[in-house]
Every structure is written in structure tokens, then in C-alpha cells.
């Protein structure tokens, strides 16, 4: 089982600095990386696939990048809508479908 | 718009079932792969059980092997988790998600809103 390991935990940021989020494999999964958002009480939300894509909808301040068993999660100028959690999920070696244990980023 | 509506959830005793239900609307059901993903309260996010869009490959995580079965009826757009021998630390949010392919899953681009599940005597 491929273990996917987030750092930091928690994050603390001002709006309108810039956050950068990563995730680790314990083996390489290419750029078979996907990120996901989720806010209280809600579902997550696909960000990001392929290491790199952009999925439909989310804003270019959000990127993603990396490969192998780096990979990193962007967001260059926070908004208020960007304070969540944000977990990493790999897809290249399964079952099982592993995510990471996610990074919380709020409000400095 | 891709829609996922779980339900079927809900507070039951040690050792019994449950089947969760999740009504698919807005795509080509039979076409995907879909998957049940939980998350216990306050934890993060735990991949539980996939089926592929065919309903011919299933895949389960070890913590479930044996006690879950997943499966679909495409000419209903509906997704199943049958859940037997229930444990206290299979409480969670079950949530139905949709994969971008048929087979095998990959990243999953769309999520329904979950179905609590709690576990306790």
C-alpha cells in the first residue's frame, strides 16, 4: 500500500499570501496525484489531477506540481474561500486508492 | 450538472447491516467507475470499496474485505454499499464519488453530499 504523507498539518496564513501544501509517496506514483478541498461540512472537491490539471472551474491561483514522490499544492494569493482542508489521493498503484491525512491551511 | 444523492445511512447496533443507496443523475452512468469513500468524524479520508462502470471488477479495502459488497444496477443509475457485521469504527460519512474513467478508478471528480453512518449499542 502506497502511503501518502501531507505536511504541514496546519498551515497559517494571511489572505493574500501565498500557501504552498505538500504530499509525499512512500513510493513513486508518476503524476497519478490528485488534490481535493473540502470545507466544514461539506463534501471535498476535486482541485486538481494528473499532478498538474486543473479541474473545471478552479481558478489559476490554485496549481499543482511534481512527480514521482514530491508533489506540491500552490495557492498564490489566498482568498477567503481557500481557508479548508486539503488532502493529496494517488491513483497510480491500487487497491487500495490512498490519500493523505490532509493540511488544514487557515487564517493567520 | 452530475448529481450523487446518498442514502440509507443512519444509527444501528454492533453486528448488523445496512445498505447505503446512491441515485446518479447527469452522466452516462454505466460508462464510470464508482467508489464509496468514507470519513470517520474528525478524520480524514478513507477509500472503502469500487466498482467499475461495468459492474465486472470490485475492489475493497482490506478494513472491509469480507464484510462489504458494493454493486449497481446501471438501469436504476444507482449505486449500492451492502454493509454486514458493522464495527464501532465503521462509523463515518460514506460518500459516493464518481471516477473520471470506466475502469479501474482513477481521481474521483465528483462527489455526493455523504450519508452519516454510526455504529453504537
Known amino acids: 500500500e502506497i502511503v501518502m504523507t501531507q505536511s504541514p498539518a496546519t498551515l497559517s496564513v494571511s489572505p493574500g499570501e501565498r500557501a504552498t501544501l505538500s504530499c509525499r509517496a512512500s513510493?513513486?506514483?508518476?503524476?497519478?496525484l490528485a488534490w481535493y478541498q473540502q470545507k466544514p461540512g461539506q463534501a471535498p472537491r476535486l482541485l486538481i489531477y494528473?499532478?498538474?490539471t486543473r479541474a473545471t472551474g478552479i481558478p489559476d491561483r490554485i496549481s499543482g506540481s511534481g512527480s514521482g514522490t514530491e508533489f506540491t499544492l500552490t495557492i498564490s494569493s489566498l482568498q477567503s474561500e481557500d481557508f479548508a482542508v486539503y488532502y493529496c489521493?494517488?491513483?497510480?498503484?491500487?487497491?487500495?486508492?490512498?490519500f493523505g491525512h490532509g493540511t488544514k491551511v487557515e487564517i493567520k | 450538472e452530475v448529481q450523487l444523492l446518498e442514502s440509507g445511512g443512519g444509527l444501528v447496533p454492533p453486528g448488523e447491516s445496512l445498505r447505503l443507496s446512491c441515485a446518479a443523475s447527469?452522466?452516462?452512468?454505466?460508462?464510470?467507475?464508482m467508489s464509496w469513500v468514507r470519513q470517520a468524524p474528525g478524520k480524514g479520508l478513507e477509500w472503502v470499496s469500487a466498482?467499475?462502470?461495468?459492474?465486472?471488477?470490485?475492489y475493497f479495502a482490506d478494513s472491509v474485505k469480507g464484510r462489504f459488497t458494493i454493486s449497481r444496477d446501471n438501469s436504476k443509475n444507482t449505486l449500492y454499499l451492502q454493509m454486514s457485521s458493522l464495527r464501532a469504527e465503521d462509523t463515518a460519512v460514506y460518500y459516493c464519488?464518481?471516477?473520471?474513467?470506466?475502469?479501474?478508478?482513477?481521481?474521483?471528480?465528483?462527489w455526493g453530499q455523504g450519508t452519516l453512518v454510526t455504529v453504537s449499542s
Open positions: 464519488v464518481k471516477s473520471e474513467t470506466g475502469d479501474p478508478p482513477g481521481y474521483f471528480d465528483s
Open positions: 447527469g452522466f452516462s452512468f454505466s460508462s464510470y467507475a
Open positions: 466498482l467499475s462502470g461495468s459492474a465486472y471488477a470490485r
Open positions: 513510493q513513486s506514483v508518476s503524476s497519478k
Open positions: 494528473d499532478a498538474s
Open positions: 489521493q494517488q491513483y497510480k498503484i491500487w487497491p487500495p486508492w490512498t
